[in-house]
């Protein structure tokens, strides 16, 4: 079974701050990993994904994230906020090459202040 | 090359009536996935087709929910004598392959709401 944590339903930075949106993960496999960003009613885009390569992913929009096996977390990062990424965050785990179906972490909110 | 569309974006419904939700893939996917958001939660898996065959249906509540994806045409997420507690937003993804190492490509949503 695979479980998705993300600390913090809301985030609330400054334009031009650094953010930090936390997750971390279980998985009994090696997993795949996800970081989705949802704007109000839409549907989700796909930001970054490890797939155990680079364990420093580079996404759209100037995110990144870094996976790190000892701490089971995959924190997404963006060192200077815009007023455009405010937005819902979701991380979520697959079952690495064998899962075909993904795991959702219940969201983040951010806001960004002007 | 047109992504991932479901229609309608929303759907009203009245207690006991029947929603059909429709998802068309990406040209070349032929792996369909429906989620479910509830209001404040992230989505849940529901179900995953193929054309024809359905593979995971673990998702699925036992009754009143169905799913198909047909040879031709769209996948279907039909909801039988729906009640308030389904009101959600209903998201289909597509993939070009059973893995999800590619990442999904997310329509954006039926909206039901049960009145």
């Known amino acids: 079974a695979q479980s998705v944590t993300q600390l913090g339903s809301h985030v609330s930075v400054s334009e031009g701050a650094l953010v930090l949106l936390r997750c971390n993960y279980s998985s009994s496999v090696p997993p795949y990993l996800f970081w989705y960003v949802q704007y109000p009613n839409q549907g989700l885009q796909l930001l970054l994904k490890y797939t155990s390569a680079a364990t420093l992913v580079k996404g759209i929009n100037g995110f990144e994230a870094e996976f790190k096996k000892s701490e089971t977390s995959f924190h997404l990062t963006k060192p200077s906020a815009h007023m455009s990424d405010a937005a819902e965050y979701f991380c979520?785990?697959?079952?690495?090459?064998?899962?075909?179906?993904?795991?959702f972490g219940t969201g983040t909110r951010l806001a960004v202040r002007p | 090359n047109a992504g991932v569309m479901q229609n309608p974006r929303h759907l009203v419904r009245r207690r006991g009536q029947e929603a059909r939700l429709r998802c068309s893939p990406m040209?070349?996917?032929?792996?369909v996935y429906w989620y479910r958001q509830l209001p404040e939660e992230g989505l849940k898996f529901m179900v995953y087709l193929q054309k024809e065959n359905i593979i995971d249906e673990s998702g699925m509540p036992k009754e009143r929910f169905s799913a198909e994806f047909p040879k031709e045409g769209p996948s279907i997420l039909r909801i039988q004598q729906v009640v308030r507690g389904d009101s959600a937003a209903y998201f289909c993804?597509?993939?070009?392959?059973?893995?999800?190492?590619?990442?999904?490509?997310f329509g954006s949503g039926t909206r039901l709401t049960v009145v």
């Open positions: 040209k070349g996917h032929s792996h």
């Open positions: 979520a785990v697959s079952e690495g090459s064998s899962g075909d179906k993904l795991t």
């Open positions: 993804a597509s993939s070009q392959d059973k893995t999800t190492a590619y990442g999904y490509t």
